[in-house]
């Protein structure tokens, strides 16, 4: 395609795509300190709150793959431009729910809006740059993507606290109509030429029935004591059936929805794996911190916020060095030495007491966040650098794919195991504890219950520390990967 724009137009243009991935990725963190305030709005349990998170991860994750078929059959700028208007439409839905059930149903509708918006985002930057500049639009997508977490939490916090949680999606609505009409109007020549290929869809089915049946179950799982219960064992094993159906068919159809046939280079298989087991473990930490500090810590969300943007900060810094060395070192040793360093962080979080004060709490994620761009550019470099050229795209969107899925799967199995333990550790100290007839009952039950959620969060971080050291080990079977010529196009 040949196409020029203006510079003025291509900095409006720029900003534009910028923002909008900006907002999508800023809608995976913003909730995320958000949960205890909707889930005490809407009178449900903190636990039940996380599925505002979890039903957006997996909508999204649902969608990613669906992508390359929508620009193909509808072009890249009108698919791009009709999922921003409907993230504004499932947003205001989203602000104006009045039980959990139609939030939970909206986040849905707007993970599924917000899944092509990152990748075709990007590629529009890409048609829309001169190919010698082509790296300055990477650099414009990595920083939003790095600079939401740093404004998620602080932004969600804030405005929950000044105007209560619906405004947290309601703000998505001026954003969504600006960047949706600015950019068919400044984009229509570098509209994608149409294409009619066949959507796969048994395959999409088969992929929501599973990954949907897993969710749930994961979900309710706690709620409904797991396997005494008809219900979760239904939902496994229609999990566990759909899984076997979705292979089977996905390596046997002419056009998959998901190319599975990237798994046989082991340098991607065990990247993806790295990356699933690291992702997962870090979005872990970072829903069940606020749900710990608003919770248990009396913080405020906007106090919980300041404390998770800490992560955010030597991230940003560290992410240039990042991308330069991955050029010029094996990019498994730094792959190995991020994912340590998150590990020995983690670690020192398992010690955590109920009188730590707001720096001892937000110091540690401060230095964490040096290790997130040597583990995340390195890895998705070492992941697309093992496949074919002409399977990169399939790749990309598969890895995108399992690495949100990682995080919803892991925020259920974090939190539902975090409450069990708290329970555990509460039923412990009961056990072992003497009245004093000097202590009111309610100061003791008050003691008792922050003691069994401190223990309960050091139990859950020091799970997340081995989780960690497993992926570092992991990936030392990836075969040594070849240098890559362009480490930024390959690492997003």
């Given at each position: ?116 918006i990152m990748p075709l985002a990007q590629t529009l930057l890409m048609l829309i740059f001169p190919k010698e500049k082509q790296m300055k ?65 048994v395959g999409l089915l088969l992929l929501v029935v599973f990954v949907g049946s897993l969710q749930f179950m994961l979900d309710e799982g ?262 890559i010529a362009n480490p930024m196009e390959a690492a997003h």
């Amino acid at each position: 395609m040949v196409a020029d724009i203006s510079n003025k137009k291509l900095a409006i243009a720029s900003v534009l795509l910028a923002a909008a991935n900006l907002m999508v990725v800023l809608d995976m963190t913003i909730a995320n300190v958000s949960v205890p305030h909707i889930a005490g709005g809407l009178a449900v349990s903190g636990n039940e709150g996380t599925y505002v998170i979890t039903s957006y991860a997996v909508a999204e994750a649902i969608s990613v793959p669906l992508t390359g078929w929508l620009a193909s059959r509808f072009g890249s700028l009108r698919v791009f431009c009709m999922a921003i208007l409907l993230f504004g439409v499932f947003s205001a839905m989203c602000g104006m729910a009045m039980n959990l059930g139609f939030l939970v149903t909206s986040r849905v509708l707007q993970g599924l809006a917000g899944g092509p918006i990152m990748p075709l985002a990007q590629t529009l930057l890409m048609l829309i740059f001169p190919k010698e500049k082509q790296m300055k639009a990477m650099a414009i997508w990595s920083m939003t993507t790095l600079v939401a977490p740093i404004l998620g939490p602080i932004l969600g916090g804030f405005i929950c606290d000044a105007w209560g949680w619906p405004w947290i999606f309601l703000i998505n609505i001026p954003l969504a109509i600006l960047c949706s009409i600015c950019a068919w109007v400044l984009l229509k020549p570098f509209e994608t030429p149409l294409q009619k290929i066949k959507i796969d869809i048994v395959g999409l089915l088969l992929l929501v029935v599973f990954v949907g049946s897993l969710q749930f179950m994961l979900d309710e799982g706690q709620k409904l004591d797991w396997f005494s219960s008809y219900e979760i064992i239904a939902l496994a094993a229609t999990a566990l059936l759909g899984f076997i159906a979705f292979l089977i068919w996905e390596l046997t159809e002419k056009n998959p929805i998901v190319d599975l046939q990237v798994f046989r280079y082991r340098g991607f298989t065990i990247s993806v794996l790295t990356i699933s087991l690291t992702f997962g473990a870090f979005f872990g930490s970072i829903v069940l911190t606020p749900l710990w500090l608003q919770l248990n810590m009396d913080y405020t969300a906007t106090s919980a916020g300041f404390v998770m943007a800490m992560n955010g900060v030597f991230a940003l810094m560290a992410a240039p060095i990042a991308a330069m060395m991955t050029g010029k070192f094996d990019l498994r040793k730094l792959v190995s030495i991020g994912i340590l360093w998150m590990a020995g962080v983690t670690f020192m979080r398992s010690f955590n007491s109920s009188d730590m004060t707001f720096f001892q709490i937000a110091v540690p994620l401060l230095f964490q966040g040096i290790a997130l761009p040597f583990f995340f550019i390195p890895l998705s470099g070492l992941a697309l650098s093992s496949v074919n050229p002409q399977q990169i795209a399939s790749a990309a969107g598969l890895m995108n794919f399992l690495r949100t899925l990682a995080g919803a799967f892991a925020t259920s199995i974090v939190t539902t195991a975090w409450n069990t333990q708290a329970t555990v550790y509460r039923t412990d100290i009961v056990g072992v504890m003497q009245p004093h007839p000097e202590i009111p009952i309610a100061l003791l039950n008050n003691m008792v219950e922050s003691q069994s959620v401190v223990l309960a969060t050091n139990h859950i971080f020091m799970r997340l520390t081995v989780v960690f050291v497993i992926a570092a080990i992991v990936v030392w079977f990836a075969p040594k990967p070849s240098q890559i010529a362009n480490p930024m196009e390959a690492a997003h």
